[in-house]
């Protein structure tokens, strides 16, 4: 029985009596009836009648007589002398088996010549060995109980003793499929059962034996033909095609998402049609909702039905389809797919038309996703945007909802997560900006230059200082005659003591201006920094508040408070320039100010020694001069903190000898402290990346991990300016000697060597490479300030590691996606796409095993598509019928062409479906033994 849809799950019981049994509990004339309807009414679509130790003939035929809809296989179950109280086995035959032969076989066979203790139901019992040689003669497939159930093969064989479990590993072999009595016994099967042999199919039966009491512990699904080819499959994906339980995985998806599954796809000639008596296309297919695998030779329209599909499913990928292009099917003038329309119907029963000929569907939202061959092969090519777009989009499916806050993509979720370390980041390189203009203070200092500057300026100091002495004015003595003038001296003596006051006030006021410059000073830049802050505070405190706002807490408790001394400060700003300009006023105030009345005091002194006699004139000339010369003495020694003096310059020459250099130490310490804390910052990067892709990475490992070249994923620190090497150049002059002073050329294959040898995935490595590139300055403090003018920029740009950055990279066996074939970079794509996407709606994938190997296409494409088949409907186009084989396909639509009528047929049906068979076969250009190793190969 073919269906054309393929592999679908029904509900089957393998292990049914009726009242032919010796011991069934209901004999009445309607036993059949009540029984059909039992069958019925739970479901049943397929059935193994296994009365004890009899094969019915009359009784199967009333069976099917009754219930035509439902399978019944011939079955009889028998008692072994395995085991202490003797094994109960089942053999299930085929349904089209001649019953009257198969009856008259085991009558002969099994009761008459094979039996032992035949004399009564209760006692009479086979060989396990007779057992299997009927089976095998007439093909029948054998069960045993397992589990925990009466009389099963592991309560009558127990693992006591080395030569029972040598018992139960022979039985084993035998049996095709095991029967459990209760669901709970499924998880303990390894241990008990598949320990020494290969795994076997787990079914659990009614074991019906009153029709009035047909009441399975769970259902049996099976997901095959109902004919014995498809329950012969069973054997070769045993967990694929038997489920127990209440509804299977994919008919609990079909069900719960009718509008994700395609139902049926037709084609026909439009109301247009002028191609003659024998359209292309004339099908009405039913698609299964697993897995679909178009196969055929070239040329036989396996790509137009991907076309179609995607066509109706308004694929955002249809400009890459090889059917219908504008040089092909659609290719003017004819335009053959103007003759034809199209019709989808969903499993929700929502249909959808167009024409061949009808243009992509203008819209954002695509149905299903449709991978045509040439689009893979642009995707791989393009791994940089379109290749890293893709496999974004799957890994950010994986992060909870409630993990992304207001994220739409992985670049948004990243930022997101990141926004605490770019602030660390950001204060960071504010402070290494400081410090670095400490440190070219401290490195002008330490030229050879500046130091003989300062010594030859003490030098130059000190021999003005030796010549100002040897200018000392000569004494004059003071006259004896104006010595006795006691008026003259009063007055003067009181004008001196005026003039000393009002220049010592003079002084005191300029001492005060000088302080109110440096208050005004440092305050604006302290009120500068303020309003930065303020401004960064006003932008978190409404970042607070809506986020209070979002999620209705109490907004009394989410107020951010500061309290800000800028209005003060401006406050006082603008009181010393005030005071400042008064104090200016009070010395420079015209006939007022201090400057004047000192200016009227010189003149009054002038006129009274004016007065006086040529003797008292001279001694007055020396004491002004005197005055004068000691004033500048004091002014060439000077102090330390003053520029341009002695005591200065010696103060900065012993600062150079004894001081600079353990400063300058320090300096470069505290640099490569910050250093490191920044790329420790970056580093927090990693945990970012890893957090997210570690789901991903693990269902990875989970799918593919016992494989080689397996799909990892790696975050690490990288060179993401590529241009790095031209940006630090550029504040090199290169026709300095020294590090990358020679020619441009050799400057930047030098700092590309450097860049080469270093990895930034090493914070030591990391700080060599900037020590490194450092030396340009470093090396040679003498030329620092001219080989590199702008200091403070290109410190800025090499120790503030902004030309760094985190990112993950997918990697195949260890290699970086730029270093795999295409083929390679495709097997990746698909897992992602198959394995990995947690997208619910169609996938159809023209030609996924191009480029690839076989060992490529049955290590990890055919586990993905086997992931994927759980989850989504898989329409699968391709010319290797191996795939279709190795992934158990629920459906197989082959396809051919007539290539005089350009007719296209498409013959559909399951893989055990004999025909199906022979045109699988057909297109491997093999046999069907050919066929059958595959499949034991790769299943």
């Known amino acids: 029985m073919g269906n054309c849809k393929g592999s679908e799950w029904n509900r089957w019981d393998l292990h049914v009596h009726t009242a032919s049994s010796y011991d069934y509990k209901y004999k009445g004339p309607d036993a059949d009836e009540l029984l059909c309807t039992a069958l019925r009414s739970n479901g049943i679509k397929a059935a193994a009648i296994t009365d004890h130790f009899l094969i019915d003939k ?81 093909n029948a497939l054998l069960t045993i109980h397992a589990g925990h159930k009466t009389n099963g093969i592991d309560k009558e064989i127990s693992n006591a003793l080395p030569v029972k479990e040598a018992i139960k590993e022979d039985i084993a072999e035998s049996v095709d499929f095991f029967e459990v009595g209760q669901k709970r016994d499924i998880d303990d099967y390894d241990e008990h059962v598949f320990k020494f042999i290969k795994r076997k199919p787990l079914v659990m039966c009614s074991d019906c034996h009153d029709p009035n009491q047909y009441n399975p512990k769970e259902a049996l699904w099976i997901k095959a033909d109902r004919t014995f080819a498809g329950l012969r499959q069973c054997l070769y994906q045993p967990k694929e095609r038997v489920y127990i339980g209440v509804i299977p995985p994919m008919l609990d998806r079909l069900q719960k998402d009718k509008q994700a599954n395609i139902e049926k796809i037709a084609v026909a000639p439009s109301e247009h049609f002028t191609g003659g008596t024998k359209p292309w296309f004339d099908i009405s297919l039913p698609l299964n909702p697993g897995m679909v695998v178009v196969i055929g030779n070239k040329g036989s329209g396996k790509s137009a039905f991907s076309d179609i599909v995607g066509l109706l499913c308004k694929c955002h990928t249809m400009q890459y389809a090889s059917f219908l292009n504008p040089t092909r099917f659609r290719k003017p003038p004819k335009n053959f797919a103007n003759d034809y329309e199209a019709t989808i119907t969903w499993a929700d029963g929502v249909t959808r038309s167009a024409l061949l000929s009808d243009a992509e569907a203008g819209t954002t939202v695509e149905d299903a996703q449709y991978l045509p061959q040439k689009y893979i092969e642009e995707v791989c090519n393009d791994i940089e945007k379109v290749f890293q777009r893709e496999i ?60 003989t500057a300062i010594a030859d300026d003490l030098n130059k100091s000190k021999e003005t200082l030796s010549r100002h002495d040897k200018s000392k004015p000569a004494e004059v003595k003071q006259p004896a005659a104006k010595d006795a003038d006691m008026e003259y001296q009063t007055k003067l003596a009181e004008i001196n003591q005026r003039i000393q006051g009002k220049r010592q006030e003079i002084d005191d006021i300029n001492a005060e201006i000088t302080n109110k410059n440096t208050f005004i000073n440092e305050a604006n830049a302290l009120i500068g920094q303020i309003r930065l802050f303020e401004t960064r505070f006003s932008e978190v405190s409404d970042a607070v508040a809506d986020f209070a706002k979002q999620y209705g807490l109490d907004a009394t408790e989410c107020t951010v408070t500061a309290v800000s001394p800028r209005e003060y400060l401006e406050g006082l700003v603008i009181q010393a320039l005030e005071d400042k300009e008064a104090l200016q006023d009070r010395i420079n105030a015209p006939e007022i100010g201090l400057a004047a009345e000192l200016q009227e005091l010189e003149r009054q002194k002038g006129e009274l020694i004016s007065s006086a006699d040529n003797e008292e004139k001279r001694y007055q000339k020396y004491l002004s001069d005197l005055e004068e010369w000691n004033r500048k003495r004091t002014e060439i020694i000077g102090a330390a903190d003053i520029d341009d003096t002695l005591d200065y310059y010696q103060s900065e020459l012993d600062y150079l000898t004894d001081r600079l250099e353990g400063e300058y130490s320090q300096a470069l310490a505290k640099r490569d402290e910050l250093v490191q804390q920044l790329y420790r910052d970056k580093y927090r990067l990693v945990d970012i990346y890893q957090g997210i892709y570690t789901p991903v ?3 990875i490992t989970r799918l593919l991990g016992s494989f080689e070249d397996s799909i990892s994923f790696q975050a690490e620190m990288f060179m993401k300016n590529t241009n790095i090497a031209n940006d630090t150049l550029r504040y090199i002059d290169q026709r300095f000697k020294g590090k990358f002073g020679r020619s441009v050329g050799d400057g930047y294959r030098e700092f590309e060597q450097i860049v080469r040898s270093t990895d930034f995935n090493d914070v030591d490595s990391v700080l060599s490479f900037v020590h490194q590139i450092a030396k340009a300055t470093t090396e040679d403090f003498d030329i620092a300030g001219q080989k590199v003018v702008n200091r403070q920029g290109f410190y800025d740009l090499i120790f503030g590691l902004d030309y760094i950055d985190v990112n993950f990279k997918l990697k195949m066996g260890g290699r970086d996606l730029t270093e795999l074939s295409p083929g390679e970079r495709g ?74 009528t350009y007719q296209i047929q498409y013959h559909s049906g399951s893989i055990e479906n004999p025909e199906i068979r022979d045109h699988i076969v057909d297109v491997l250009e093999g046999t069907m033994p050919a066929f059958d190793l595959r499949r034991q190969k790769y299943n």
Request: overall charge negative.
């Open 392 to 451: 974004d989009q799957v890994i950010f499916s994986y992060v909870d909802r409630s993990e992304r806050g207001d994220a739409h993509n992985l670049y948004e979720l990243v930022q997101q997560r990141a926004r605490p370390i770019e602030s660390s980041i950001e204060a960071g390189q504010a402070a290494l900006k400081e410090l670095n203009g400490q440190i070219i203070r401290l490195e002008t200092k330490k030229a050879t230059s500046y130091k």
């Open 58 to 138: 009359q009784r199967i035929e009333s069976l099917r007589s009754k219930a035509p809809d439902i399978v019944f296989f011939p079955g009889v179950e028998l008692r072994t002398d395995k085991g202490a109280n003797n094994l109960h086995v089942i053999l299930i035959f085929s349904d089209q088996s001649d019953l009257d032969d198969l009856s008259n076989d085991f009558d002969a066979i099994m009761i008459r010549s094979k039996a032992k203790a035949p004399d009564s139901k209760e006692t009479i019992y086979w060989s396990f060995e007779d057992i299997v040689e009927f089976a095998k003669a007439h």
């Open 827 to 900: 097997i990746v794509l698909l897992i992602f796409y198959l394995a990995l996407s947690k997208e619910s709606k169609p996938i159809i994938i023209d030609q996924p095993e191009d480029n690839l190997d076989n060992q490529s296409v049955f290590s990890k494409l055919v586990p993905c598509i086997c992931r994927a088949k759980q989850r989504r409907q898989v329409i699968v186009v391709t010319h290797n019928p191996n795939i279709a084989v190795a992934c158990d396909a629920e459906q197989i639509i082959y396809c051919e062409m007539n290539k005089e």
């Open 697 to 699: 990475q693990d269902e």
